[in-house]
């Protein structure tokens, strides 16, 4: 189900773009509906989210550097792929695919939360003088806007529903299987805005478009690999590769266009295709081991 969704994404992307103002919308309901299955108490912060929150700084910096004295356009691509935080949707597809849905609920809110206060800073050092006619106070500001509506509030109403009407609460616990489906109209959406996003960007060649996308891909791949790995050691194997791997573009876009040589956004745009593969690959090896323990 998931590749048809992308393939209509891509196939009809002029049509489906200007559904994009309803994917925050999408997002929340998934969240709302995935963070009903989350107990209060397990939610804390551990080392393991900690040490992830150290790739998504370290790891950005040293790609920065090792692209930099290749293609500096290049070079903020690669570093915006591991920099950007961790997806709203992303305690939807560890529920889907049996993870630990607070632990990636917690790292969830650090990374975001991290570089609302962080990135402005982070990026505003390495990026154009020209594209910073936006303070630093302003640009925490939008970020909490972009972000926080969508991660915070699906949340405190999950848990407050929880605490007031507990058989309301348990009737959207086995309503799972909507977030599954919310989050096929999602990317479908996604996928083409991405696609319209990637034909507009014609002051690019094409070798740096494909070097973008080429390094994209490795990147994704590679940080859902060490995420899944490092979570392995801590329980959270599903949560780590999801935590590390599962990005959230659309803000990274925007920070890229805001900082960054806009042209640069093309390495986050190829990423939300690369993820959604690797999502899909997974859904699909999962309900493959199901059938064969029936």
């Given at each position: 189900m998931?590749p048809?969704?992308m393939?209509i994404?891509?196939?009809?992307?002029?049509?489906?773009?200007?559904l994009?103002?309803?994917i925050?919308?999408?997002l929340a309901?998934?969240l709302?509906?995935t963070y009903?299955?989350?107990?209060?108490?397990?939610?804390?912060l551990?080392?393991f989210?900690?040490?992830?929150?150290g790739i998504?700084?370290?790891?950005s910096?040293l790609?920065?550097l090792?692209?930099f004295k290749f293609?500096?356009t290049l070079?903020?691509?690669a570093?915006?792929?591991?920099?950007?935080?961790?997806?709203?949707?992303?305690?939807?597809i560890?529920?889907?695919?049996?993870g630990?849905i607070?632990s990636?609920a917690?790292?969830?809110?650090?990374?975001?939360?991290?570089i609302?206060?962080?990135?402005?800073?982070?990026?505003?050092?390495?990026?154009?003088?020209?594209?910073g006619?936006i303070?630093?106070?302003?640009?925490v500001?939008i970020?909490?806007?972009?972000v926080?509506?969508?991660?915070?509030l699906?949340?405190?109403?999950a848990?407050?529903?929880s605490?007031?009407?507990p058989?309301?609460?348990n009737?959207?616990?086995?309503?799972q299987i909507?977030?599954f489906?919310l989050?096929a109209?999602?990317?479908?959406?996604?996928?083409?805005?991405?696609?319209?996003?990637i034909?507009i960007?014609?002051?690019?060649s094409?070798k740096?478009?494909?070097?973008?996308?080429?390094?994209a891909?490795i990147?994704c791949?590679?940080?859902?690999?060490f995420?899944r790995?490092?979570?392995?050691?801590?329980?959270s194997?599903i949560?780590?590769?999801?935590?590390?791997?599962?990005k959230n573009t659309i803000l990274?876009?925007?920070l890229?266009?805001t900082?960054?040589?806009?042209?640069?956004?093309?390495?986050?745009?190829?990423y939300?295709?690369?993820?959604?593969?690797v999502?899909?690959?997974?859904?699909?090896?999962?309900?493959?081991?199901?059938?064969?323990?029936q």
């Open positions: 998931l048809i969704a393939v994404g891509i196939s009809f992307y002029k049509q489906l773009a200007i994009a103002p309803a925050p919308y999408l309901v998934m709302f509906i009903s299955r989350i107990i209060l108490r397990d939610i804390r551990k080392k989210h900690y040490i992830l929150l998504q700084y370290g790891g910096i790609v920065y090792l692209f293609n500096t070079a903020q691509a570093m915006i792929c591991i920099l950007a935080p961790t997806a709203a949707s992303a305690p939807v560890t529920g889907i695919l049996g630990n607070s990636i917690a790292y969830s809110f650090i990374s975001n939360l991290s609302a206060i962080l990135s402005p800073l982070f990026l505003a050092l390495i990026g154009d003088a020209s594209v006619a303070t630093f106070g302003s640009s500001i970020i909490f806007k972009k926080f509506p969508v991660l915070l699906p949340f405190i109403l848990i407050t529903i605490k007031v009407s058989k309301l609460h009737t959207i616990r086995k309503a909507l977030s489906y989050w109209i999602a990317l479908t959406i996604v996928t083409s805005r991405v696609t319209m996003f034909s960007q014609g002051n690019a094409y740096l478009k494909l070097a973008m996308a080429g390094v891909l990147i791949v590679l940080q859902f690999w995420g790995r490092i979570g392995k050691k801590y329980d194997t949560a780590g590769g999801q935590g590390l791997g599962q990274a876009i925007w890229t266009q900082y960054l040589n806009p042209v640069a956004s093309i390495g986050p745009g190829s939300v295709l690369w993820q959604n593969i999502n899909s690959y997974q859904l699909w090896h999962k309900e493959r081991k199901t059938k064969q323990k």
